[in-house]
């Protein structure tokens, strides 16, 4: 029982911050470029693991193959996907059609999961995943923009699904054993020697210094990138991937709630029902099999 409480605050957790991460990004943008923020992102990063790592002291990995298998997993989640992702958003793919396509990860998943994992759904739980899908899409379709779909946002945010649902289920499978802290500190350091000269060589690096970068930079890195991430990765060590996956249906619900707080965007009818509707699709995958 107490096991399952943690847990459940735990995911409510990453869901928050993970709803909260987009308008933090969305502020970032505004500075530096993709590949640019990102740096910036990894080096406050690794700066603010120092500390934490030389108080710990966690296990490093055992050898070169837990090293390697670390390390891919990292470029999977923290440079592929945030890269597209950012890298979306940044040639003018909008909003709601990058949230709608990044929640076709739990979709996705799912059948990974159930083909190459072993992981057996029920009915139910399969239905979960399409309705969940289906409620992201009518909370945001007040927000979709057709004219913004252009091919080199499309391809990006590909490349970002691609990345995160490769990485979720890599770092299942091979890193199930290593250490979360130590294991963030290696994947921001081989991450940020990927991107850093992306940015050089393709924003020269530009930033317009000021504290809503640095607001932006330090929320998306400690509450994202280390503790989020990390509940991430102890809730797939507890459950089924697809049932974890499926708490990111969720997120674009406190992205809606939070611009409602801070720009007074008022959600339609629409967005409230698929609200419902996301709520009662992750309730499906998140129920135990009878």
């Not at 597209?84 to 709608?100: D, E, F, K, P, V």
């Not at 499978?173 to 940020?192: D, K």
Request: proline share 3%; with cysteine; hydrophobic share 60%.
């Amino acid at each position: 029982m107490e096991r399952q409480w943690a847990s459940g605050l735990l995911a409510w957790y990453f869901v928050a911050v993970w709803g909260s991460g987009f308008l933090a990004t969305k502020v970032g943008l505004q500075y530096a470029g993709p590949f640019t923020l990102l740096s910036l992102r990894y080096i406050f990063g690794l700066i603010c693991l120092v500390p934490v790592l030389l108080v710990m002291r966690p296990a490093w990995p055992k050898s070169p193959l837990e090293l390697f298998h670390i390390l891919v997993a990292g470029l999977l989640m923290h440079a592929i996907q945030l890269g597209g992702s950012h890298s979306a958003q940044y040639l003018g793919l909008s909003a709601g059609a990058t949230a709608l396509i990044m929640a076709a990860q739990p979709l996705i998943t799912a059948a990974i999961a159930w083909r190459w994992l072993g992981e057996r759904l029920a009915p139910a739980q399969w239905t979960g995943v399409l309705v969940g899908l289906a409620g992201v899409t009518l909370v945001i379709w007040h927000k979709l923009d057709v004219r913004a779909l252009g091919l080199g946002g499309l391809v990006a945010v590909t490349v970002g699904l691609a990345g995160v649902t490769a990485g979720t289920l890599y770092q299942r499978a091979f890193c199930r054993h290593a250490n979360l802290w130590s294991g963030a500190f290696l994947q921001f350091a081989v991450s940020l020697a990927v991107l850093a000269p992306l940015a050089s060589a393709y924003e020269d690096a530009r930033v317009e210094w000021g504290w809503q970068l640095a607001a932006s930079v330090a929320f998306l890195v400690i509450f994202a990138s280390i503790f989020a991430v990390n509940a991430l990765h102890t809730l797939m060590r507890r459950g089924q991937a697809t049932r974890v996956t499926s708490l990111l249906y969720l997120t674009p619900i406190f992205a809606v709630a939070l611009e409602f707080l801070m720009f007074g965007e008022v959600p339609t009818l629409l967005t409230v029902f698929g609200i419902a509707v996301t709520c009662a699709g992750v309730g499906l995958v998140s129920a135990r099999k009878s």
